[in-house]
């Protein structure tokens, strides 16, 4: 995931199931996504370490489940 562009990146819970993103780089942290809501990667402060990506995930136990992961231009 490249910031170069000046964009966001969130991830959108599309059910009603719990679901956390979480993001490691230099330190981990996570955020729980509510149903039918979005978290922005940003918004959780993990930055990536040297010149390492920064890995990001969604967990959640409900195998039926759905979620989006996308790149946006900007904040609406």
Request: net charge positive; proline share 3%.
């Given at each position: 995931?490249?910031?170069?562009?000046?964009?966001?990146?969130?991830?959108?819970?599309?059910?009603?199931?719990?679901?956390?993103?979480?993001?490691a780089?230099?330190d981990?942290?996570?955020?729980?996504v509510?149903?039918?809501?979005?978290?922005?990667?940003?918004?959780?402060?993990?930055?990536?370490?040297g010149?390492?990506?920064?890995?990001?995930?969604?967990?959640?136990?409900?195998?039926?489940?759905?979620?989006?992961?996308t790149?946006?231009?900007?904040?609406?």
């Amino acid at each position: 995931m490249s910031k170069s562009g000046g964009g966001s990146v969130a991830v959108e819970n599309r059910s009603g199931a719990k679901m956390t993103v979480y993001c490691a780089g230099v330190d981990r942290k996570e955020r729980s996504v509510p149903a039918g809501g979005r978290v922005f990667v940003e918004d959780l402060g993990v930055r990536a370490s040297g010149g390492s990506p920064l890995f990001c995930g969604v967990v959640t136990s409900d195998s039926t489940a759905s979620w989006n992961v996308t790149a946006l231009g900007g904040r609406a």
